[in-house]
């Protein structure tokens, strides 16, 4: 930036022991098979190297989402299911986070950013292709 930022006035809305109290709710707030399989599926798919990844991520992708990322999935949805009131996860939390969890993983192609392709479309694309239970163990 060559302008100092605007004075930003902070309210405080959360202690240091609301904080924690909340890291340690978190990890304990259970998800089902089918949403790691969707999260599963969410991840793999965007690994221009994986065998059932699309053509458009084989295409437009140079690197893809990690095993953290899969992580970092489930860890967002616990939170994102907490703060709308809910003691569980589904798929919908899932969704809520993946463009915020998944978009700066992924590396596009020179190509891909020629033509405008970017992570976020990419993640947005997987969304509306990866099935809602996730792909089955084994194929």
Do not use: M
């Not at 302008?3 to 959360?14: G, I, Q, R, T, W």
């Not at 950013?113 to 809602?132: C, H, Q």
């Amino acid at each position: 930036r060559t302008v100092p930022a605007a004075a930003v006035p902070l309210e405080k809305v959360l202690g240091a022991e609301e904080i924690l109290r909340i890291q340690e709710v978190v990890p304990r707030v259970p998800a089902s098979d089918h949403v790691h399989r969707f999260a599963l599926g969410l991840v793999r798919g965007s690994r221009p190297e994986e065998p059932r990844a699309p053509d458009y991520v084989r295409q437009s992708l140079s690197w893809g989402a990690g095993t953290r990322a899969a992580q970092s999935l489930i860890t967002a949805a616990k939170a994102r299911a907490l703060l709308h009131g809910r003691f569980h996860v589904n798929t919908e939390d899932v969704e809520g986070v993946a463009v915020p969890v998944l978009a700066h993983r992924l590396v596009t192609s020179f190509s891909a950013e020629a033509e405008g392709v970017t992570p976020v479309g990419i993640v947005e694309r997987l969304l509306r292709d990866v099935p809602r239970d996730g792909p089955k163990p084994g194929r």
